[in-house]
């Protein structure tokens, strides 16, 4: 049979177990807690498969490779004797040699089956032909765990059995006195059955760290339950992709730090079918503590939306918060989380190209960072093709960047909706649902960009449903004196935060071919004229101190007065590149530095001195504030 098309539904629910029925659809089976594996069952695409986690993919052959190891030419040999097709002896296969077996016996000893390993990696089952010779079809024989008059004596004497994956863990374990099981045929092959041989018994199920093994630990959980009095699930730590007990112990691991770790593994309860999520009383300090995009304001993996009025700076804002997370920066003076970003932008998107370079030069970027624009618009409306091909070019940019996307930003909604109305609730409620997929499928933070309405005091534009949604909201407006304001509407998981006081500062690019200047803006911090800082001062550190000092001698020595009305008349300004060249003379950074880490590092004081109002900056030229000079 050629066509192994055909056995993709059969091999897939062989090699993975069961499938995630909730992401699951029709002529597609997902696996895993995340659905990460997708099996096309039907259809087009019928007989392939594709793992979004690791970023391959391929046909039955290959699904069978992954799952089980060695060759195609093992994968055929494994179709062959699983679902009959035309059988190959082991005796007639190439390059094959018998490198371990291991015996399934009954409770009075006697050997049932055996399962023989061989190299190239494969597995067989064969069982006595009654001759002194060894039958290789096992149809029809009882299945029993391995080591079974073991594992019977150690239940009898009350002892507790842990339940791995491979024999050959059973074996590594059995050497350090602890009784183990497993059943022949791997992942997904445990008999319903076998939870008679443990009632009132006490087990500890060790899953392989992949997906196929924490099923298989759910798969073996369930038919323990109502006999075993106690169950419970050791996922061990510091795992490798893949890696299962034997791993654990090659690193170290000892028997008492195996019963140890057993006695502190939480008690197994039964995968409840549920329609809506849910955390069991006690579980709630399982949960990871909650981590921070942008320290206090942003959520690592939430919602949130930048709002603003037309030429207020909203987009300009939510750029200047991109590339500071793409580099790693403090944005207004709050630690940030670095990471990729995903930044899409459905109108106008020569004019980010440029916001892009001005942001690259006036604030000493770097030349490559985990940054991409989508000069496009994306439907999150109308049906799932807009949201299907989104999170499937961000997990293709996660493996370009080779770091986690950490931010998605969709500027504005108004282009993101399709054919929906901004003023229906239930017509946002479908974009908030798209957005959320976004997040649970890329763990990313998601960003909106949206419009105010005319009204001010309304809030966004159209419906509400879109703050009701958003785990945080950052309302922005400018005044007519130029100073814009990005005020926290809403922050679910954060205390009353301050405005952020910013200007757009000019910055030139060239000149076009009629001689005009070509320029941007970029988002500058507001002086401290503009916005007061703490009475007592902030606590500087050394790189601060430095910076603060050679802005002094700088200004001292080589300021100009009247460069920029944004200064006092008073106040010397000087340029930015001539502080910075005092700032290295007098060791901000280590003279032995790459170039790019000097540039950040000086820009970095810079920002925080800006932000803390102690300077002031205006394109170009920087000065000490007044009441500081």
């Known amino acids: 049979m050629s066509d192994f098309a055909d056995l993709i539904n059969e091999v897939a629910l062989a090699l993975c177990g069961k499938p995630n029925t909730r992401l699951s659809k029709a002529g597609e089976l997902r696996f895993g807690t995340n659905g990460s594996l997708s099996v096309k069952i039907d259809g087009p695409e019928k007989g392939t498969f594709y793992d979004h986690e690791e970023g391959v993919g391929g046909g039955v052959l290959d699904l069978v490779v992954k799952k089980r190891g060695g060759d195609k030419r093992t994968a055929r040999e494994w179709l062959d004797r699983t679902f009959g097709l035309d059988p190959l002896p082991p005796q007639m296969a190439t390059n094959r040699r018998e490198v371990a077996h291991y015996a399934y016996v009954d409770e009075a000893g006697e050997v049932l089956s055996e399962v023989v390993r061989f190299e190239p990696k494969d597995f067989r089952q064969r069982r006595p032909d009654g001759a002194g010779g060894w039958d290789w079809k096992v149809k029809g024989v009882r299945q029993v765990p391995y080591r079974l008059p073991e594992m019977l004596d150690a239940l009898d004497s009350g002892r ?37 041989f443990f009632r009132h018994a006490s087990v500890v199920i060790i899953p392989d760290n992949d997906d196929a093994g924490h099923d298989h630990a759910e798969l073996v959980a369930n038919s323990l339950e109502g006999r075993a009095d106690d169950i419970r699930v050791l996922d061990l730590p510091d795992l490798p992709r893949k890696g299962d007990v034997s791993d654990w112990l090659d690193k170290g691991g000892t028997a008492e730090a195996l019963h140890r ?68 920066r403090e ?57 299907d091909a989104l999170i499937s070019d961000v997990k293709a940019h996660t493996l370009a960047m080779e770091t986690p996307v950490r931010l998605i930003v969709l500027d504005t909604l108004s ?18 649902q798209r957005a959320e997929r976004l997040q649970r499928e890329t763990g990313a933070h998601v960003l909106i960009v949206h419009h105010s309405g005319k009204d001010r005091d309304r809030g966004m534009r159209g419906s509400n449903a879109l703050l009701g949604a958003v785990d945080a909201a950052i309302e922005v407006t400018k005044h007519d004196t130029g100073l814009c304001e990005a005020s926290f509407a809403k922050v679910k998981d954060g205390g009353d935060l301050d405005a952020l006081r910013y200007r757009l500062s000019k910055s030139v690019l060239g000149v076009d071919e009629d001689g005009e200047e070509i320029s941007s803006c970029v988002v500058c911090p507001a002086d401290a004229s503009e916005g007061a800082t703490k009475e007592s001062g902030p606590r500087l550190t050394n790189a601060e101190t430095i910076g603060l000092r050679a802005l002094t001698e700088a200004m001292a020595e080589v300021g100009q007065q009247g460069v920029t009305n944004r200064a006092p008349p008073d106040v010397t300004p000087v340029t930015v590149e001539t502080w910075r060249e005092y700032a290295y003379r007098l060791g901000m950074v280590d003279n032995d530095a790459k170039a790019d880490a000097k540039r950040q590092a000086f820009y970095r004081v810079r920002q925080k001195l800006q932000v803390l109002g102690i300077i002031g900056v205006d394109g170009e030229w920087a000065w000490l504030a007044k009441k500081n000079s």
């Open 160 to 196: 507790t059995v842990f339940i791995v994956e491979g024999e050959k863990d059973v074996d590594r374990l059995k050497a350090l006195g602890i009784t183990a099981t497993c059943n022949a045929g791997g992942a997904g092959k445990w008999k319903a059955e076998f939870g008679d």
């Open 261 to 328: 770790l057993a006695d502190l593994a939480p008690r197994w309860r039964a995968n409840v079918k549920t329609r809506l999520p849910f955390v069991w009383y006690g579980d709630e300090d399982n949960e990871p503590p909650l981590s921070w995009l942008v320290k206090g304001a942003l959520v690592n993996g939430g919602l949130s939306s930048i709002f603003g009025g037309p030429g207020t700076s909203k987009t300009f804002l939510a750029l200047d918060l991109a590339l500071c997370v793409a580099h790693g």
């Open 331 to 387: 944005w207004f003076g709050r630690r940030v989380t670095m990471g990729g970003v995903v930044y899409v932008t459905g109108e106008g998107s020569s004019g980010l190209r440029q916001r892009m370079k001005a942001w690259r030069r006036e604030n000493a970027g770097a030349a490559h960072v985990p940054f991409v624009m989508v000069p496009t618009s994306v439907n999150l409306f109308d049906d799932d093709t807009g949201a």
């Open 415 to 432: 282009r993101m909706i399709g054919s929906g109305d901004e003023d229906k609730a239930r017509d946002i409620n479908v974009v908030v």
